[in-house]
């Protein structure tokens, strides 16, 4: 995994189920790892930032609260890109590289699923990381570590987020969340 980029994750979603609920947003930073110094984690060059607007194709099964969580509204997707066109050039940028996200069971079930509905072959490396796992291990036993969502990582690592929500905000914080932790 040292050799694969990483390719930090985040999806803003309709609701909770991946098979009822779709991807409204997609966000990714993909980062080449460089070695770190004084044997620290690797240090992150940023390869691509990836934003898109998905367009719903089942809002009648949407959840109306993670649409106002989400500050769905259609202005906003009037232009947003179909999921076949989104999920080809996702996989293109994202291949080979080590899927990281904040929670990465809620995310990878959608994006998981978002490849079955749009017929495009995933390519990303096996590996997966996932954050709050990491975050866990890490800060256990840190006193004010009492919540591990990304919000609350974000305040206690002094990670500003004034976008919280969006994918591609969400995925920058996840990204800095993950390099906080490789300080501890």
């Known amino acids: 995994m040292k050799k694969h980029n990483l390719a930090f994750v985040d999806v803003e979603t309709t609701g909770f189920d991946p098979i009822k609920n779709e991807i409204i947003e997609l966000g990714a930073i993909i980062v080449r790892q460089v070695p770190g110094e004084?044997?620290?984690?690797?240090?992150?060059?940023i390869i691509h930032e990836l934003e898109y607007k998905v367009k719903p194709r089942?809002?009648?099964?949407?959840?109306?609260?993670?649409?106002?969580?989400?500050?769905y509204n259609e202005g906003d997707w009037l232009f947003a890109a179909d999921l076949e066109q989104v999920m080809k050039d996702f996989a293109e940028k994202t291949?080979?590289?080590?899927?990281?996200?904040?929670?990465?069971a809620f995310d990878l079930r959608f994006i998981?699923?978002?490849?079955?509905?749009?017929?495009?072959?995933?390519?990303m490396h096996y590996g997966k990381l996932d954050t709050i796992s990491i975050a866990f291990a890490r800060l256990y036993h840190h006193e004010k570590?009492?919540?591990?969502?990304?919000?609350?990582?974000s305040e206690l690592l002094g990670i500003t987020n004034s976008k919280a929500h969006t994918a591609l905000a969400d995925a920058r914080a996840t990204m800095e969340v993950y390099k906080k932790l490789l300080e501890i």
């Open 38 to 45: 004084n044997g620290r984690g690797p240090k992150l060059e």
């Open 58 to 71: 089942r809002l009648e099964t949407a959840d109306p609260q993670a649409l106002r969580i989400n500050g």
């Open 95 to 104: 291949a080979g590289a080590t899927f990281v996200a904040h929670n990465m």
């Open 112 to 123: 998981d699923q978002a490849f079955v509905e749009s017929g495009v072959e995933n390519k």
């Open 145 to 153: 570590a009492q919540a591990f969502s990304l919000g609350a990582l």
